[in-house]
């Protein structure tokens, strides 16, 4: 969203998936957990963590964690080992919940370019009525998949490749 209100000549469309913004509210407490002295700690062991506990931590995000497969936890564990990254997540987490905020201002300059957003209605991370709200302030097209949670691509990687492609063929631009 961002990138789209800087820019907005050259974006041609947007997807979104679940992304956090303005309306939403529920993931400052995980921003500042992460940024308290425990949740420090907890972002500097997170790397180290075994994979069981990153597939928990995973699963917990979605709706129907049986359905993701064995070993998901690595790809995510895995960019945390490249050296600074947990420090520089923390330096953006400081800033993370104004930046959103000052998304809302911006929201408007975003309203000519075509937006998708597509929201699992059981995402445990980024409310869904954000969703709507966002929906509205962008005048976009809100796709909503039943039974998903926050990670749609994880959960039903087939329906969530078929709505973005059919989104992105059906709004090709000459």
């Known amino acids: ?92 987490l400081r800033t993370f919940i104004a930046e959103i905020e000052a998304l809302r201002e911006k929201l408007p300059d975003l309203r000519n370019i075509p937006t998708m957003l597509v929201w699992g209605d059981r995402d445990p991370v980024v409310e869904f009525d954000s969703g709507r709200q966002l929906q509205q302030a962008l005048g976009a097209e809100l796709v909503v998949m039943p039974g998903i949670g926050h990670l749609p691509y994880e959960e039903s990687p087939e329906e969530f490749s078929r709505i973005v492609l059919e989104y992105l063929k059906n709004r090709v631009i000459g």
Request: hydrophobic share 40%; aromatic share 10%; with cysteine.
């Open 1 to 92: 969203m961002e990138l789209g209100a800087m820019a907005a000549r050259r974006v041609r469309r947007l997807i979104l998936v679940s992304p956090a913004n303005p309306f939403a509210r529920d993931y400052h407490r995980v921003v500042n957990f992460y940024l308290s002295r425990p949740g420090g700690i907890f972002i500097r062991l997170a790397p180290f963590a075994p994979i069981p506990i990153w597939e928990y931590a995973i699963k917990r995000m979605c709706s129907e964690s049986s359905i993701l497969p064995p070993g998901i936890g690595v790809g995510y564990r895995q960019p945390l080992r490249e050296r600074g990254m947990t420090a520089h997540i923390r330096s953006s």
